[in-house]
């Protein structure tokens, strides 16, 4: 067998590792990939306002307001290693739990255009303006456009935008979109 066929078969082998997994995390997962995106909305927007304390109350107020059991939603995330409200978001991505959708690889509440035209727009201004090491351009940017301002702002930061400069540099459109 030669060294082409071997990494196609490989690959093959991972591919189908991945599926098996994603699709045992839906089996186990109380919550759909529509009820997660909303979820980390809520938990999002949350902690961009209230700042977070290091456990679920945010979760678990969207779970108790949504009428799914707190227990078998614990139990998944535990499994997971999500251990909090904050990494509900970093590691909650139903893209990555359950497996990618024909639009989204990765979380992210703008379309793939919206985000480029942030990204262009971003790398315009702090060119001109620099960089104030925090996110008042992207915020302005989304305020101007009618976006969901804290949902986005906490996806960006979990795709390394933790200031306006870094969405120009770390955000990278290809890891979100097919």
Same mark, same amino acid.
């Given at each position: 067998?030669?060294?082409?066929? /071997?990494?196609?078969?490989?690959?093959?082998?991972?591919?189908?590792?991945?599926?098996?997994? #994603?699709?045992?995390?839906?089996?186990?997962?109380?919550?759909?990939?529509?009820?997660?995106?909303?979820?980390?909305?809520?938990? =999002?927007?949350?902690?961009?306002?209230e700042?977070?304390?290091? $456990?679920?109350?945010?979760?678990?107020?969207?779970?108790? /307001?949504?009428?799914?059991?707190e227990?078998?939603?614990?139990?998944?995330?535990?499994? #997971?290693?999500?251990?909090? $409200?904050?990494?509900?978001?970093? #590691? =909650? $991505?139903?893209?990555?739990?359950? =497996? %990618?959708?024909?639009?989204?690889?990765?979380?992210?509440?703008?379309?793939?255009?919206?985000? #480029?035209?942030?990204?262009?727009?971003?790398?315009? /201004?702090?060119?001109?303006?620099?960089?104030?090491?925090?996110?008042?351009?992207?915020?302005?940017?989304?305020?101007?456009?009618?976006? %969901?301002?804290?949902?986005?702002?906490m996806?960006?930061?979990?795709?390394?935008?933790?200031?306006?400069?870094?969405?120009?540099?770390?955000?990278?459109?290809?890891?979100?979109?097919?």
């Amino acid at each position: 067998m030669s060294n082409k066929d /071997k990494k196609r078969k490989h690959g093959v082998a991972i591919k189908a590792e991945m599926a098996r997994r #994603e699709q045992d995390r839906r089996d186990r997962s109380l919550l759909s990939r529509d009820n997660m995106l909303n979820l980390l909305s809520f938990v =999002g927007e949350k902690i961009m306002t209230e700042g977070h304390t290091h $456990d679920f109350s945010f979760t678990i107020d969207w779970l108790q /307001k949504n009428s799914f059991d707190e227990n078998s939603a614990m139990k998944f995330f535990s499994d #997971e290693n999500i251990v909090d $409200d904050w990494s509900v978001c970093t #590691e =909650g $991505d139903p893209y990555s739990l359950f =497996g %990618p959708s024909e639009d989204r690889l990765s979380w992210m509440p703008l379309k793939s255009s919206q985000l #480029e035209s942030l990204i262009e727009w971003l790398d315009e /201004k702090v060119s001109i303006k620099g960089c104030n090491r925090d996110l008042s351009l992207t915020t302005k940017w989304l305020k101007a456009n009618n976006f %969901p301002v804290h949902p986005a702002l906490m996806a960006l930061l979990v795709h390394g935008g933790g200031c306006d400069c870094e969405v120009v540099m770390n955000v990278e459109i290809e890891g979100i979109y097919p």
